[in-house]
């Protein structure tokens, strides 16, 4: 892919950030949602906190996890960060994509049961909760940058350096 120009990349970059802050906030408020239906004993409280959930479920958890997929995926292949050269972007790509399937086929579905039942289920709250330590932990390699270079970034690395070693070498001008 092309790298994207600056201005283009700043916005994408701060779509980016602000549609993962928001994936992060829904499922924060999904768990206290899930918390209220789980441990309160009022069947009307339950059916408010269930029916908050799916009107989260049904408007908002699949095109914010899309858009938190797309343009984090946009935003790797058009930038030096690369999707596989570096472990902190391979982890991120990978945990962004099996939560967004989580999400699709599991949150939600679970969800409309429960909405559908008018019964507080400890699913409702583990999901959330597991959503919400994983969308922590991105944030954290997001701003840590751990682990270094993949395999395919090391080689990537190792094959410019030699092709820059080589044309220092050159008594001739290069392109």
Do not use: C, E
Request: aromatic share 8%.
């Amino acid at each position: 892919m092309k790298p994207l120009k600056r201005p283009v990349r700043r916005g994408l970059l701060v779509a980016h950030v602000a549609v993962s802050v928001s994936w992060l906030g829904l499922t924060v408020g999904l768990l206290a949602l899930g918390i209220t239906a789980f441990a309160t004993g009022d069947p009307a409280t339950v059916g408010a906190a269930t029916r908050a959930m799916k009107i989260f479920g049904d408007w908002l958890v699949v095109p914010v996890a899309l858009l938190a997929l797309v343009s984090g995926l946009v935003l790797a292949l058009g930038t030096p960060w690369g999707l596989a050269r570096h472990r902190w972007v391979w982890t991120k790509f990978w945990l962004t994509l099996i939560t967004t399937g989580l999400s699709v086929f599991s949150l939600r579905p679970g969800i409309d049961a429960a909405a559908a039942g008018k019964a507080g289920d400890i699913n409702l709250v583990i999901a959330p909760s597991v959503a919400t330590a994983t969308y922590l932990f991105i944030t954290a390699i997001s701003i840590l940058k751990p682990w270094g270079l993949t395999r395919r970034g090391r080689r990537l690395r190792f094959s410019a350096s030699s092709a820059k070693s080589v044309d220092a070498r050159s008594p001739r001008q290069t392109a």
